[in-house]
């Protein structure tokens, strides 16, 4: 890690970890973070292959396109460039909202990185684990502390910018640029021309109807890929694209940002250990208001026919989430569902859990779970704003039964975060419910190998075959 008294701008100073990070130098418990996210990622990018249909529409694009046959598109079969590959594959990441993230950094992670890396590592071939898992951790690493810089800084976030978005293009850049051996010189160059890519605005989450919110991460992946090859090529970019007179902290974020949490400096810790990692197919600030409900009809033993009314506080973050009600109450599309505390709440009140198939096209019909969103009424509580200290805000419900009872949960640490962990094994299990949803039906077998590879990626000797084996 660098020094905090570098005046460098970031994209020297991240150019020179590039070249010189070792596998060897990272923690135990950093390494075991980063296959929970690789496995976690691939398991998410499969099961959207079925649920969302945008998805399909990409991959099908990219096989039009044609081109050199380089790289596997997972869940649909076939191959395609490296970079359309990671557009296809990337578009997967996040369409689920099931992808791992951090809620400091109010973003998901490994959607953004993780295929990237891989095309990158199928494209050049015989890349060893060691080196995909160095890789993908850097590129975390860079991601999320630069939203940390941000969001923790003196103006915080505003709403304003989509962080994955704006930030995710440099950890896809610097696990790309990992995997082809880069010199400091070529990954600055590379990182300079993702920087002159980064954008993208809430404006996309805050209304409802559109695809991009859900395969945004297919841009971010496909500017990592292009970025390094470019750079690769002797194609200069801009140095100074975060901190120079009109770069991204500049002219974005007006200045204001953590220096010290954006170069990563020497005591530093490595953000990527408070990663979460959902157990539930919904957006991270639902995921409360579900902890809850979960909670309150397990304990009580409720039965559907037995509610009478679900009452949701939330705070001024999560208000979108519930309005407009009967747009929320009736979502139209899977994502729409999936960033809709009412429907959320509705199906975990009926099915004690949420599943894939509850926000897939044919989930979002149920009328047992329409009938039941029907019930559930928000009401505001800014005493509930980001209250848990890490980003997140609590969910509060309360459940009211027909025969008058009054049962209320607060959850302020949802399942899954990484105050209140799921381990390896939960992963494992999350990963084989979403491969049963590929669009292309997966060979047991082959799972149970990617599987085990993952689990014991530092001994793998070519990464490359692990999206090989999921197309």
Same mark, same amino acid.
């Given at each position: 890690?660098?020094?905090?008294?570098?005046?460098?701008?970031?994209?020297?100073?991240?150019?020179?970890?590039?070249?010189?990070?070792?596998?060897?130098?990272?923690?135990?418990?950093?390494?075991?973070?980063?296959?929970?996210?690789?496995?976690?990622?691939?398991?998410?990018?499969?099961?959207?292959?079925?649920?969302?249909?945008?998805?399909?529409?990409?991959?099908?694009?990219?096989?039009?396109?044609?081109?050199?046959?380089?790289?596997?598109?997972?869940?649909?079969?076939?191959?395609?460039?490296?970079?359309? @590959?990671?557009? *296809?594959? #990337?578009?997967?990441?996040? %369409?689920?909202?099931?992808?791992?993230?951090?809620? =400091?950094? /109010? $973003?998901?992670?490994?959607?953004?990185?993780?295929?990237?890396?891989?095309?990158?590592?199928?494209?050049?071939?015989?890349?060893?684990?060691?080196?995909?898992?160095?890789?993908?951790?850097?590129?975390?690493?860079?991601?999320?502390?630069?939203?940390?810089?941000?969001?923790?800084?003196?103006?915080?976030?505003?709403?304003?910018?989509?962080?994955?978005?704006?930030?995710?293009?440099?950890?896809?850049?610097?696990?790309?640029?990992?995997?082809?051996?880069?010199?400091?010189?070529?990954?600055?160059?590379?990182?300079?021309?993702? @920087?002159?890519? *980064?954008? #993208?605005?809430?404006?996309? %989450?805050?209304?409802?109807?559109?695809?991009?919110? =859900?395969? /945004? $991460?297919?841009?971010?992946?496909?500017?990592?890929?292009?970025?390094?090859?470019?750079?690769?090529?002797?194609?200069?970019?801009?140095?100074?694209?975060?901190?120079?007179?009109?770069?991204?902290?500049?002219?974005?974020?007006?200045?204001?940002?953590?220096?010290?949490?954006?170069?990563?400096?020497?005591?530093?810790?490595?953000?990527?250990?408070?990663?979460?990692?959902?157990?539930?197919?919904?957006?991270?600030?639902?995921?409360?208001?579900?902890?809850?409900?979960?909670?309150?009809?397990?304990?009580?033993?409720?039965?559907?026919?037995?509610?009478?009314?679900?009452?949701?506080?939330?705070?001024?973050?999560?208000?979108?989430?519930?309005?407009?009600?009967? $747009?929320?109450?009736?979502?139209?599309?899977?994502?729409?569902?999936?960033?809709?505390?009412?429907?959320?709440?509705?199906?975990?009140?009926?099915?004690?859990?949420?599943?894939?198939?509850?926000?897939?096209?044919?989930?979002?019909?149920?009328?047992?779970?329409?009938?039941?969103?029907?019930?559930?009424?928000?009401?505001?509580?800014?005493?509930?704003?980001?209250?848990?200290?890490?980003?997140?805000?609590?969910?509060?419900?309360?459940?009211?039964?027909?025969?008058?009872?009054?049962?209320?949960?607060?959850?302020?640490?949802?399942?899954?975060?990484?105050?209140?962990?799921?381990?390896?094994?939960?992963?494992?299990?999350?990963?084989?419910?979403?491969?049963?949803?590929?669009?292309?039906?997966?060979?047991?077998?082959?799972?149970?190998?990617?599987?085990?590879?993952?689990?014991?990626?530092?001994?793998?000797?070519?990464?490359?075959?692990?999206?090989?084996?999921?197309?």
């Amino acid at each position: 890690m660098s020094s905090s008294q570098d005046k460098r701008d970031p994209i020297e100073i991240w150019a020179d970890e590039i070249e010189s990070l070792r596998y060897e130098s990272l923690p135990r418990d950093v390494v075991e973070v980063t296959k929970k996210s690789i496995l976690d990622t691939l398991g998410v990018c499969i099961a959207a292959s079925t649920a969302v249909p945008a998805c399909r529409q990409v991959a099908e694009m990219v096989k039009e396109m044609g081109g050199k046959q380089e790289c596997s598109l997972l869940a649909f079969g076939g191959k395609a460039p490296a970079a359309m @590959a990671a557009l *296809a594959n #990337g578009a997967l990441g996040h %369409a689920l909202d099931y992808d791992d993230g951090h809620y =400091g950094a /109010y $973003m998901r992670v490994g959607g953004n990185v993780v295929p990237a890396a891989l095309a990158m590592a199928q494209r050049k071939g015989s890349v060893g684990g060691k080196e995909l898992i160095a890789a993908v951790t850097l590129g975390q690493e860079i991601m999320i502390g630069t939203s940390l810089a941000i969001t923790r800084g003196p103006r915080g976030w505003k709403n304003d910018w989509y962080m994955g978005s704006v930030t995710g293009g440099f950890g896809a850049t610097a696990a790309a640029c990992r995997i082809l051996g880069h010199d400091r010189e070529k990954a600055a160059d590379a990182l300079g021309i993702a @920087a002159f890519r *980064a954008g #993208g605005t809430m404006e996309v %989450a805050f209304g409802t109807g559109s695809d991009l919110r =859900g395969i /945004y $991460m297919g841009f971010t992946s496909m500017t990592g890929v292009l970025a390094a090859l470019m750079a690769g090529r002797g194609i200069t970019g801009v140095r100074s694209g975060l901190e120079g007179k009109a770069g991204i902290l500049s002219t974005y974020f007006q200045g204001l940002y953590d220096r010290d949490t954006l170069v990563r400096g020497k005591n530093a810790k490595f953000v990527s250990l408070g990663m979460d990692f959902k157990p539930w197919p919904a957006c991270g600030w639902v995921h409360t208001y579900i902890d809850a409900t979960v909670d309150i009809v397990n304990t009580h033993d409720i039965a559907p026919q037995d509610i009478d009314r679900i009452t949701v506080y939330v705070g001024d973050s999560c208000r979108n989430l519930c309005y407009p009600l009967e $747009m929320r109450r009736f979502p139209k599309s899977t994502l729409d569902a999936k960033f809709s505390i009412p429907f959320c709440v509705a199906a975990a009140a009926i099915r004690r859990k949420l599943v894939i198939g509850d926000v897939t096209p044919h989930g979002i019909t149920d009328t047992a779970v329409l009938a039941m969103a029907d019930k559930v009424f928000p009401e505001f509580d800014a005493s509930l704003e980001a209250a848990s200290g890490d980003g997140m805000s609590p969910g509060v419900v309360e459940i009211r039964t027909k025969a008058g009872a009054v049962h209320t949960r607060r959850r302020d640490i949802p399942l899954g975060d990484y105050r209140n962990p799921i381990g390896m094994a939960d992963v494992v299990a999350k990963f084989r419910d979403c491969v049963r949803h590929s669009a292309m039906p997966l060979d047991p077998s082959k799972v149970d190998r990617v599987i085990e590879m993952v689990a014991h990626l530092e001994d793998v000797q070519d990464s490359g075959q692990i999206a090989e084996l999921l197309s």
